[in-house]
């Protein structure tokens, strides 16, 4: 086993959307939003390309997580260059413990068999080319 994994998952940034609840045929039913199952899907196939058919992880371990969100295109050059270099921080949705939420849910069973075992996070947010780039490492 590696002492550390890493991945990235291409694309904006999801963050863990609420568990909706409905009524159907006089029950009620409780289901995941589309948007939020898609993204741990990616998740999932991200994290299992980097596992290589290890198993999970079973001890604990320390995540690290960036996001990079894309620069808005209203914005002008001048701020999107400072924004690329660090100058303006992203203060809007999406929230970032929600993006480690979804993360975790995606990468649960893959990496490591429980995400109880990680003890330690350490998460971020900038501006740059979208994705998410993810660290497990064994502790």
């Not at 295109?73 to 413990?97: H, N, V, Y």
């Not at 975790?104 to 994705?131: C, L």
Request: charged residues 25%; proline residues 6%.
């Amino acid at each position: 086993m590696l002492n550390a994994i890493t991945f990235m998952i291409p694309g904006k940034p999801i963050a863990k959307g609420r568990a909706r609840s409905c009524i159907r045929n006089g029950h009620i039913a409780h289901y995941t939003p589309e948007k939020t199952v898609r993204y741990e899907n990616l998740v999932k196939l991200a994290a299992q390309k980097a596992m290589d058919g290890q198993s999970p992880i079973e001890s604990a371990i320390a995540l690290i997580v960036r996001a990079f969100l894309p620069i808005p295109a209203s914005w002008s050059l001048k701020k999107q260059r400072a924004a690329a270099i660090g100058e303006f921080m992203p203060t809007k949705r999406p929230d970032l413990d929600n993006i480690v939420k979804a993360v975790k849910d995606g990468a649960n069973g893959v990496t490591w068999k429980d995400d109880s075992q990680v003890i330690d996070v350490h998460a971020s947010k900038r501006y740059g080319a979208p994705r998410v780039e993810v660290e497990v490492r064994v502790s």
